[in-house]
């Protein structure tokens, strides 16, 4: 089982940026996809971006050229560095690991964009 651990959200501006982490523990191997998903309170979760253990990066046309998913292999880590931010980015973030053994969740991280 993976285990999964966000890290770095907090209060920012609009138009502001921040980095979330999410460092993984545990064997990693394989074909899998790495991806962050968000909750806003009274709505449901949504995907927001994911990579591919190949390489292949995919986004949800509502943060598509402002946030960039990236990951260290070395580190089992992926990044989600996000920019340009709107208060309607403000959300609990997750982390997931998703592939043919199932599937991992973090416990999620506070990004709240608000001046």
């Known amino acids: 089982q993976v285990q999964l651990v966000e890290s770095g959200g907090g209060l920012v501006q609009p138009g502001g940026s921040l980095r979330l982490s999410c460092a993984a523990s545990g064997s990693i191997f394989g074909d899998y996809y790495m991806g962050w998903y968000r909750q806003a309170p009274g709505k449901q979760r949504e995907f927001v971006a994911r990579?591919?253990?190949?390489?292949?990066?995919y986004y949800s046309d509502s943060v598509k050229g402002r946030f960039t998913i990236s990951r260290d292999n070395a580190k089992n880590s992926v990044y989600l560095q996000m920019t340009s931010l709107k208060p309607e980015d403000t959300a609990v973030y997750y982390c997931r690991k998703s592939g043919p053994t199932g599937e991992s969740w973090g416990q999620g991280t506070q990004v709240t964009v608000s001046s």
């Open positions: 990579i591919h253990s190949g390489g292949s990066l």
